[in-house]
């Protein structure tokens, strides 16, 4: 299979495809970003950068089997500004159908995947309307503890709707019901009650390991199976004074995504999801801050990696805050994963 991949950042459809066991002959990746394209050179040494996706016809390509992307999303997110197609971010989907186009020429079975956000039904209209589909809204915490909602355009898997129009339709896998106890960093498994009195003398806090929520630290010692959690690197954790202006942003700040709205939770609870990760820098990122029984502290860059259900240390080799955007840019591993098992060898 030759695959193109638009917008590639760190290869997350490459990682994919081996997770869907589907063999790839050529993937030619379009990327502009030095730290995602290093990444992705790190994980795959095959892959064939090939640059600006504005210069693609520029391109030397052979028959493409595959064209997967997910479009520059800014201009489209409900939480965002909004612009759409006026920012030129946005626009850059119109290239994306370019391509799809040109390549429908010379292959008219192109299989192709488009993500994107959820956005106002105007714009998803546009984008239904060029691609000829309707998409699927797919949540990521169907697999992972990351609420994270998106579109999917794809016609590898398809119905007719009640209007017959074609519509991206996948069988969902079964929800693994993961939490943010599931993913964190600095746990171990299976470790029988110690005293409470030697907790405390040990700096350990243990949480059960089915996690209801009720009760973070054990009071009784009923439970033959414990998480012992220990605490992460000290640069994690906010101080007093972060602590109490995080809860000032918290108390400003709300957020609506669609029909909801609230306030940003701060501290995140451990029993609880991840609000979708985003690649902005800053106190944005206190939606994903938890209390773990040390202290208040963000999320590690690990963390954020098993969140997308990338393999940990998969982003390692540039900053955290380079690892933070690439991760928040990229797509849910096993989410495409499944999409890609749908493909017909």
């Not at 080799?317 to 989410?335: C, E, H, L, P």
């Amino acid at each position: 299979m030759n695959v193109l991949s638009l917008f590639d950042g760190m290869a997350c459809g490459r990682l994919a495809l081996q997770h869907a066991n589907i063999p790839v002959e050529n993937y030619f990746a379009s990327e502009i970003d030095k730290y995602a394209i290093k990444i992705a050179q790190k994980n795959f040494h095959d892959i064939i950068q090939l640059g600006d996706v504005n210069n693609w016809r520029n391109w030397n390509l052979p028959k493409i089997d595959l064209l997967i992307g997910g479009s520059p999303c800014q201009g489209f997110s409900l939480a965002g500004k909004q612009l759409a197609f006026s920012d030129s971010r946005s626009r850059l989907f119109f290239v994306f159908v370019d391509i799809l186009n040109f390549i429908k020429s010379n292959n008219p079975s192109i299989l192709f995947l488009l993500e994107n956000v959820r956005m106002k039904k105007e714009y998803e209209q546009v984008i239904s309307d060029a691609l000829g589909i309707n998409p699927q809204l797919i949540d990521s915490g169907i697999v992972s503890a990351q609420q994270r909602k998106r579109l999917y355009w794809s016609n590898i898997g398809t119905i007719n709707d009640s209007a017959g129009h074609l519509k991206t339709n996948f069988l969902l896998p079964k929800n693994k019901n993961l939490k943010l106890i599931d993913i964190i960093e600095n746990k171990t498994q299976n470790i029988e009650a110690v005293e409470i009195s030697k907790q405390k003398r040990r700096g350990e806090h243990i949480l059960e390991s089915a996690f209801t929520g009720k009760s973070s630290v054990l009071t009784s010692f009923q439970y033959n199976s414990m998480v012992r959690i220990f605490p992460v690197d000290i640069s994690f954790y906010l101080d007093d004074d972060n602590i109490q202006k995080a809860y000032k942003y918290k108390e400003a700040r709300t957020f609506k995504t669609g029909n909801s709205s609230g306030k940003m939770p701060f501290p995140n609870k451990l029993h609880w999801k991840s609000l979708c990760l985003t690649t902005s820098n800053g106190t944005s990122r206190l939606v994903n801050f938890v209390f773990d029984g040390f202290g208040v502290r963000r999320l590690t860059p690990i963390e954020w990696e098993r969140l997308q259900t990338l393999p940990d240390n998969y982003t390692e080799g540039v900053s955290n805050t380079q690892r933070y955007k690439m991760i928040g840019n990229g797509w849910t591993i096993d989410v495409i994963a499944h999409i890609f098992s749908f493909i017909k060898g």
